[in-house]
């Protein structure tokens, strides 16, 4: 994986925290780095999906 798709994942597990406080973002964070480590060899593209709604993606309404 190159430093600009982990860097991309990394991004995303802080975000995940701060959008989401709480359980759910600490378990979104843990999934996204867990993938970074050793899931990408899984080869599914979900994770990037969620990374790019965290990073990307409409920001829920106020």
Known sequence: MDSDTKQWLFAA?????LRHPGAIGE????ELLS???F???LGSDLIMRVADDLLVGKQPPS
């Open 35 to 37: 993938w970074m480590v």
């Open 13 to 17: 597990a802080e975000r995940a925290k």
């Open 27 to 30: 378990l979104l964070s843990q």
């Open 39 to 41: 899931g990408h060899q």
